[in-house]
C-alpha cells in the first residue's frame, strides 16, 4: 500500500556525517513535494528542509542550511538528506513527509514515515 519509509539513521560522532533516505511504495514520489522534518525529546518539531515537486526549489531551516542537502533520486523512488558536520543538537528522530507543497502538512492529509533515529554523540 501507499507508504514512506526512512532508513539510514544511527549513532554518529560529531562532526560525522549519515545520509538519510525516504523511499515511496505505492506512488510516484517525484510527483511530491518531500519534507524532512525531525522532533527531539521535550521539543516541538522542525522542518529541517523540503524540496518541492515542481521546480526543485529548496527550503531549509537556519540551523542546517550550511550542513544539510536535499536530493532525489527519481529511478529508485526516493529522496535523500546529506548530513554533515552533525553535531549534538541534531539528534532526533527524523521523518519524511509527502505533500503537494512544502511544508508537508500533518497526517492524514500529508503522509509520512515511520521515522528514523539519529543520535549525534562522543
Known amino acids: 500500500q501507499v507508504q514512506l519509509v526512512e532508513s539510514g539513521g544511527g549513532l554518529v560522532q560529531p562532526g560525522g556525517s549519515l545520509r538519510l533516505s525516504c523511499r515511496a511504495s505505492?506512488?510516484?514520489?517525484?510527483?511530491?513535494?518531500v519534507g524532512w522534518i525531525r522532533q527531539a525529546p521535550g521539543k516541538e518539531r522542525e522542518a529541517v528542509f523540503c524540496?518541492?515537486?515542481?521546480?526543485?526549489?529548496?527550503v531549509a531551516a537556519d540551523s542546517v542550511r550550511d550542513r544539510f542537502t536535499i536530493s532525489r533520486d527519481n529511478a529508485k523512488n526516493t529522496v535523500y538528506l546529506q548530513m554533515t558536520s552533525l553535531k549534538p543538537e541534531d539528534t532526533a528522530v527524523y521523518y519524511c513527509?509527502?505533500?503537494?507543497?512544502?511544508?508537508?502538512?500533518?497526517?492524514?492529509?500529508?503522509?509520512w514515515g515511520p521515522g528514523t533515529q539519529v543520535t549525534v554523540s562522543s
Open positions: 513527509a509527502a505533500d503537494q507543497f512544502c511544508p508537508p502538512r500533518d497526517y492524514p492529509r500529508g503522509s
Open positions: 505505492g506512488f510516484t514520489l517525484a510527483n511530491y513535494a
Open positions: 524540496i518541492s515537486r515542481s521546480d526543485g526549489s529548496t
